[in-house]
């Protein structure tokens, strides 16, 4: 079936062409616009259309990298259907490598948005009226917080089991549980219609490769699947065994304050009583160790230096 033509920020872009066009959202104090680019690809013949979204918190560069590798191999040219690659949703927090937009939003607690609120809320109005509409399969790219290190997992709320077997597709190290959030881009999304994955990978201002590669090849997955375009020859090469589904999860935290040294690496099996790490004074007074309270796989690591009482420190996943 030929493809139509699609309508998408009043542009036309016609089947089997590649257009880039601006999301334009607000202007500066400046007056200077505040453009997001918006790349599609669309093939001749017709078929889903997969929405790619990085960067809506601005300081979460391993998804801006996913897709700019998507982009710059041409992995994002379809044989059927449209892929649209939105890189840096957070333009401005990406420019001043912060989570939050300048006006001290989470622009992923802001959604479904409104025309008249606050400069994050009008971006998530734009994106859930402007882009979301054209989609039926989105990824959502994202990372630890702060100095916290996720290991590659999609997350999947029970109450949408139909997301499940998309997520084995994906095939991230783990498939994690979790609820929607409030007011985040997932909750908008499914609210919507449309089928969302939240990929999570790494942590913020770091570029990590095994966390990106995970997410290059999980697109092309999902895209095989789809009968976006043939990548049978590349999905032969990759390696990783099957996810490992978490179906609760909760974070082990620090009983003491002061310097933390972890040794386990982020995705590793722990058995209850194991010793993970330590925390000690800088003055050589004292020093405890953290220990394992039940057995599970470290989903998320805090790579902080230094922590105090009560901190995060191992987000523990169970498979029972």
């Known amino acids: 079936m030929k493809n139509q033509p699609l309508q998408l920020l009043g542009v036309t872009i016609p089947a089997g062409r590649k257009t880039i066009i601006n999301l334009e959202t607000a202007r500066l104090h400046t007056h200077n616009k505040i453009e997001v680019p918006v790349i599609v690809e669309r093939a001749k013949e017709a078929g889903p259309v997969l929405l790619l979204i990085g960067g809506i918190h601005g300081n979460e560069v391993n998804g801006v990298e996913i897709i700019r590798g998507l982009i710059a191999h041409k992995y994002n040219k379809p044989s059927r259907g449209t ?3 939105i890189p840096a949703l957070n333009v401005l927090g990406f420019l001043n490598k912060s989570r939050e937009f300048p006006d001290g939003k989470d622009l992923n607690r ?3 948005g409104t025309q008249n609120g606050s400069l994050a809320s009008l971006f998530a109005w734009n994106l859930m009226h402007k882009i979301l509409p054209a989609a039926d399969y989105i990824v959502d790219f994202h990372t630890g917080g702060a100095n916290r290190f996720n290991s ?4 999947v709320g029970k109450e949408h089991p139909e997301l499940l077997e998309l997520a084995r597709i994906f ?5 994690v549980m979790a609820p929607d959030r409030e007011k985040s881009f ?3 999304a499914t609210k919507a219609g449309k089928k969302i994955l939240l990929f999570e990978g790494g942590k913020s201002l770091d570029i990590h490769n095994r966390i ?4 290059v090849n999980g697109v092309l997955r999902l895209m095989h699947h789809l009968d976006m375009r043939d990548y049978t020859n590349e999905i032969a090469d990759m390696n990783g065994s099957d996810p490992i589904l978490i179906r609760r999860s909760s974070w082990i935290r620090a009983r003491h304050g002061g310097l933390f ?10 058995e209850k009583g194991d010793i993970i790490g330590s925390i000690s004074d800088p003055y050589g007074a004292f020093e405890r160790a953290v220990k394992i309270p039940e057995s599970g796989y470290i989903i998320g690591l805090n790579h902080a230096p230094i922590i105090y009482q009560g901190d995060a420190l191992i987000h523990l996943g169970k498979t029972d």
């Open 261 to 270: 040294r972890f040794q386990v690496k982020d995705g590793a099996k722990v």
């Open 186 to 188: 997932r909750e908008a």
């Open 83 to 85: 892929v649209i690659c």
């Open 152 to 155: 590659s997992q999609i997350r």
């Open 212 to 215: 990106t590669q995970r997410g």
């Open 110 to 112: 802001m959604f479904p």
């Open 171 to 175: 095939h991230p190290r783990f498939i």
